[in-house]
């Protein structure tokens, strides 16, 4: 009896067990099934972000002058990094103990440990399996063209963000929108399998830049070359296509290496060409002399007598270099007399002169979007006395930068069309008004050539091959005290071919040496050794044969 009872209960208890068993494994497989998914997922799935790369930058003919590489950044969770794999991790990182630390307890949930590695570097952190720590690619900029370009690019971040020139000012088309994707992560928290795609990436727009790499570089090269030579404080130099208005170069000293900013000195990532403001000089000759001829008051016979070789007006006294005596209009350009182009401004209307002025560019800005970029100044001519319109009309009491020159020349060249700046090439072409007639726009070029002759204060930047017209320019630099003796801007400003003018070259040089300062002595140079190899690289034909050439053909 004793027996049986053991024997039932055995079974009894044996039989609980079995409907013990059979539930639990009903509740896990049935009743719980969709809870304990969930929270197998949550422990070993995981959103990643997946970047994408920023648009590329490439020169007008495809050349890359700014590109994406990928990298690896590894990050770690702060909720999975224990406080005694901090000392491992920083040898492996080579970064200091107590930082690792503080960004532990600063961050919730990701940290940074080190950003764009080389594949490579990352995986031998990686290597040490340290609980929380993983890999991320991202993308990091590289410019092919280093210095040469990097004014006009610019530079991004860390977090690939325009800071600079083109990077900065297309922004919004270059950069790029990450996605997510969600992955499968195992004991160690490495992906091992992708699990889908939730949001695809976009890489950033590819963008075109106006500038010839070429161009780029003999600009370059010409520019630092001189800069370094005379010790010169610095300088700048764009090369401008008449008809479309393309940048194809455009340089400034000092420069920097966007590649390696270790060393990065602010000022000199300032594209100076289109931030630095400067009065001109008698780079302004030819554009109020076109606006005399075009305002139907003179013709280029016309002669204005310069004698003593200068004027009085009021307290103030314009002088030339000396006293040049009766000369015509031609002769002012070619002497760059200050009297005499005086004399003549002064008896054109003001507010013509100004709206001449206006339409060539100057006191406004390209409009090509670059940040930071000029104004210039063009005074308001309710405010004109005599000696400010006769100062005017030699390039003191305005300012300008370099590109607005080049611009404003290079609607002379266009026939006196007005020709507007671009620095994308799929930016359209705006068709400008006719500021001055293409008669006086000829005639105006024509007196410009007279410049880089023996007889004209150029003469440096004459060609062999081709016809040039050209102006130099010689200011004093204004200091806190008023115009400094002896500190100089002087800049050269020229057209080739002048018979059919295709390009424009202005070379600006601030503070050369005090026995060299004239636009003729170190621009000028400059742009001829620009132009004498920038020309053929553009396919543009000689107009004309130097004497030499002509005796050795026996022609």
């Given at each position: 009896m004793l027996a049986n009872w053991r024997f039932y209960f055995v079974q009894t208890v044996l039989a609980a067990l079995v409907a013990l068993v059979v539930w639990r494994v009903v509740s896990l497989q049935v009743l719980d099934k969709d809870f304990l998914i969930d929270q197998g997922t949550s422990r070993w799935q995981r959103i990643e972000v997946v970047n994408a790369p920023r648009g590329m930058l490439t020169d007008r003919h495809?050349?890359?002058?700014?590109?994406?590489?990928?990298?690896?950044?590894?990050?770690?969770?702060?909720?999975?990094?224990?406080?005694?794999?901090?000392?491992?991790?920083?040898?492996?990182?080579?970064?200091?103990?107590?930082?690792?630390?503080?960004?532990?307890?600063?961050?919730?949930?990701?940290?940074?440990v080190s950003r764009h590695l080389s594949p490579e570097a990352a995986e031998r952190i990686l290597d040490y399996d340290i609980a929380g720590v993983y890999g991320l690619t991202e993308y990091k900029r590289f410019y092919p063209a280093g210095e040469v370009a990097a004014h006009v690019v610019g530079f991004t971040d860390v977090d690939d963000q325009g800071q600079e020139g083109v990077e900065l000012a297309f922004e919004n088309q270059l950069r790029s929108e990450p996605g997510r994707k969600e992955v499968i992560r195992d004991l160690l928290g490495r992906a091992v399998r992708d699990v889908g795609e939730l949001q695809a990436p976009e890489p950033g727009r590819d963008l075109s830049l106006t500038i010839d790499l070429r161009l780029q570089y003999l600009a370059y090269r010409e520019l630092k070359k001189a800069v370094t030579q005379f010790g010169a404080r610095g300088g700048s130099a764009v090369v401008m296509d008449v008809a479309t208005g393309d940048v194809l170069a455009m340089v400034n000293q000092p420069g920097f290496n966007p590649n390696d900013r270790s060393q990065l000195l602010p000022v000199a990532t300032r594209n100076r060409a289109m931030t630095d403001q400067f009065e001109p000089g008698s780079v302004m000759k030819p554009l109020s002399m076109a606006t005399a001829l075009d305002s139907g008051q003179f013709v280029p016979t016309d002669v204005i007598d310069t004698s003593p070789g200068y004027l009085r007006l009021g307290e103030y006294t314009i002088r030339d270099f000396r006293n040049y005596g009766r000369l015509d209009l031609t002769g002012i350009i070619t002497k760059s007399s200050n009297v005499g182009m005086a004399r003549v401004a002064m008896q054109l209307d003001g507010q013509q002169m100004w709206e001449t002025f206006y339409g060539l560019g100057l006191g406004q800005t390209t409009g090509i979007g670059y940040p930071g970029e000029a104004t210039g100044r063009l005074p308001n001519p309710l405010n004109w006395r005599p000696v400010e319109q006769g100062a005017l009309s030699y390039g003191y009491g305005l300012a300008v930068t370099p590109l607005q020159l080049a611009q404003a020349y290079a609607t002379l060249a266009n026939d006196g069309r007005r020709v507007n700046a671009r620095i994308l090439l799929d930016t359209p072409v705006r068709p400008g008004e006719q500021v001055v007639s293409p008669e006086v726009a000829h005639e105006v070029l024509t007196m410009m050539e007279t410049v880089v002759t023996p007889a004209g204060t150029g003469s440096r930047a004459a060609l062999d091959w081709y016809s040039v017209a050209g102006k130099t320019g010689t200011v004093h630099k204004v200091g806190e005290q008023g115009y400094e003796d002896q500190k100089y801007i002087s800049s050269f400003v020229g057209i080739a071919p002048a018979h059919d003018p295709q390009v424009v070259t202005v070379v600006v040089i601030n503070e050369p040496p005090t026995d060299h300062y004239y636009g003729g002595e170190v621009p000028a140079p400059v742009f001829r050794g620009i132009m004498n190899q920038a020309l053929p690289l553009l396919g543009i034909q000689p107009d004309r044969i130097p004497a030499q050439a002509r005796l050795e053909s026996g022609s």
């Amino acid at each position: 009896m004793l027996a049986n009872w053991r024997f039932y209960f055995v079974q009894t208890v044996l039989a609980a067990l079995v409907a013990l068993v059979v539930w639990r494994v009903v509740s896990l497989q049935v009743l719980d099934k969709d809870f304990l998914i969930d929270q197998g997922t949550s422990r070993w799935q995981r959103i990643e972000v997946v970047n994408a790369p920023r648009g590329m930058l490439t020169d007008r003919h495809g050349e890359p002058v700014a590109v994406s590489t990928p990298v690896v950044s590894v990050w770690a969770d702060p909720r999975e990094l224990r406080e005694e794999d901090l000392p491992t991790l920083a040898e492996a990182a080579d970064v200091p103990v107590r930082t690792l630390a503080a960004r532990r307890q600063q961050h919730r949930a990701f940290m940074y440990v080190s950003r764009h590695l080389s594949p490579e570097a990352a995986e031998r952190i990686l290597d040490y399996d340290i609980a929380g720590v993983y890999g991320l690619t991202e993308y990091k900029r590289f410019y092919p063209a280093g210095e040469v370009a990097a004014h006009v690019v610019g530079f991004t971040d860390v977090d690939d963000q325009g800071q600079e020139g083109v990077e900065l000012a297309f922004e919004n088309q270059l950069r790029s929108e990450p996605g997510r994707k969600e992955v499968i992560r195992d004991l160690l928290g490495r992906a091992v399998r992708d699990v889908g795609e939730l949001q695809a990436p976009e890489p950033g727009r590819d963008l075109s830049l106006t500038i010839d790499l070429r161009l780029q570089y003999l600009a370059y090269r010409e520019l630092k070359k001189a800069v370094t030579q005379f010790g010169a404080r610095g300088g700048s130099a764009v090369v401008m296509d008449v008809a479309t208005g393309d940048v194809l170069a455009m340089v400034n000293q000092p420069g920097f290496n966007p590649n390696d900013r270790s060393q990065l000195l602010p000022v000199a990532t300032r594209n100076r060409a289109m931030t630095d403001q400067f009065e001109p000089g008698s780079v302004m000759k030819p554009l109020s002399m076109a606006t005399a001829l075009d305002s139907g008051q003179f013709v280029p016979t016309d002669v204005i007598d310069t004698s003593p070789g200068y004027l009085r007006l009021g307290e103030y006294t314009i002088r030339d270099f000396r006293n040049y005596g009766r000369l015509d209009l031609t002769g002012i350009i070619t002497k760059s007399s200050n009297v005499g182009m005086a004399r003549v401004a002064m008896q054109l209307d003001g507010q013509q002169m100004w709206e001449t002025f206006y339409g060539l560019g100057l006191g406004q800005t390209t409009g090509i979007g670059y940040p930071g970029e000029a104004t210039g100044r063009l005074p308001n001519p309710l405010n004109w006395r005599p000696v400010e319109q006769g100062a005017l009309s030699y390039g003191y009491g305005l300012a300008v930068t370099p590109l607005q020159l080049a611009q404003a020349y290079a609607t002379l060249a266009n026939d006196g069309r007005r020709v507007n700046a671009r620095i994308l090439l799929d930016t359209p072409v705006r068709p400008g008004e006719q500021v001055v007639s293409p008669e006086v726009a000829h005639e105006v070029l024509t007196m410009m050539e007279t410049v880089v002759t023996p007889a004209g204060t150029g003469s440096r930047a004459a060609l062999d091959w081709y016809s040039v017209a050209g102006k130099t320019g010689t200011v004093h630099k204004v200091g806190e005290q008023g115009y400094e003796d002896q500190k100089y801007i002087s800049s050269f400003v020229g057209i080739a071919p002048a018979h059919d003018p295709q390009v424009v070259t202005v070379v600006v040089i601030n503070e050369p040496p005090t026995d060299h300062y004239y636009g003729g002595e170190v621009p000028a140079p400059v742009f001829r050794g620009i132009m004498n190899q920038a020309l053929p690289l553009l396919g543009i034909q000689p107009d004309r044969i130097p004497a030499q050439a002509r005796l050795e053909s026996g022609s």
